[in-house]
T-cell receptor, first 116, second 112 residues
């Protein structure tokens, strides 16, 4: 089975532009989460989606938005890019979201975003 | 209260040594504690995970020790190999993996 896939692999944008990153979860996984990883730091939680609904949001400005499609793939959008948005953006999928137990997350290779 | 504090920041051991990485958390609502391994240019990959009702878990050369009262947990890598050289992250989550919080990472280098 294919793992989590993300596109594009690398992206270069200038300040003020908008960017859309894409993620396809592992087949059968219904939950997708997005993380931002700045060089030398741990991943920071941005969003979690399950069954096309937002289930969690981290401490990121409204310039960051996301959505999940009926096939469970997801997009992360970032508007009005700042230099500080340069990072590796990671997508993770998990089999299900349940309040009764926790689930393992499987990460994709990430999209490296550079803002000039 | 949402932080996960990880130490050391970097670690160098000889081949065959047992590196130990420590993490501490504050929020007692966390109920799932995974460890991830990340190589340069790759996404994190799950190594091993533990729940707070267990004090120790072993999978291959990797062992997690968990101290619920101290709100601390650690990763031990037995018989470390140069191929184990990577960045290791501890993490904590609750309610079905909601809002997983990662530590800052430990860069491990295993000398041949």
């Amino acid at each position: 089975d294919a793992g989590v896939t993300q596109s594009p692999t690398h992206l270069i944008k200038t300040r003020g532009q908008q960017v859309t990153l894409r993620c396809s979860p592992i087949s059968g996984h219904k939950s997708v989460s997005w993380y931002q990883q700045v060089l030398g730091q741990g991943p920071q939680f941005i969003f979690q989606y399950y069954e096309k609904e937002e289930r969690g949001r981290g401490n990121f400005p409204d310039r960051f938005s996301a959505r999940q499609f009926p096939n469970y793939s997801s997009e992360l959008n970032v508007n009005a890019l700042l230099l500080g948005d340069s990072a590796l953006y990671l997508c993770a999928s998990s089999p299900r979201f349940s309040g009764e137990r926790t689930d393992t997350q499987y990460f994709g290779p990430g999209t490296r975003l550079t803002v000039l | 209260q949402q932080q996960v504090k990880q130490s050391p920041q970097s670690l160098i051991v000889q081949k065959g040594g047992i590196p130990i990485i420590n993490c501490a958390y504050e929020n007692t609502a966390f109920d799932y504690f995974p460890w991830y391994q990340q190589f340069p240019g790759k996404g994190p990959a799950l190594l091993i995970a533990i729940r707070p009702d267990v004090s120790e878990k072993k999978e291959g050369r990797f062992t997690i020790s968990f101290n619920k009262s101290a709100k601390q947990f650690s990763l031990h890598i037995m018989d470390s190999q140069p191929g184990d050289s990577a960045t290791y992250f501890c993490a904590a989550s609750m309610d079905g993996g909601f809002k997983t919080i990662f530590g800052a990472g430990t860069r491990l280098f295993v000398k041949a």
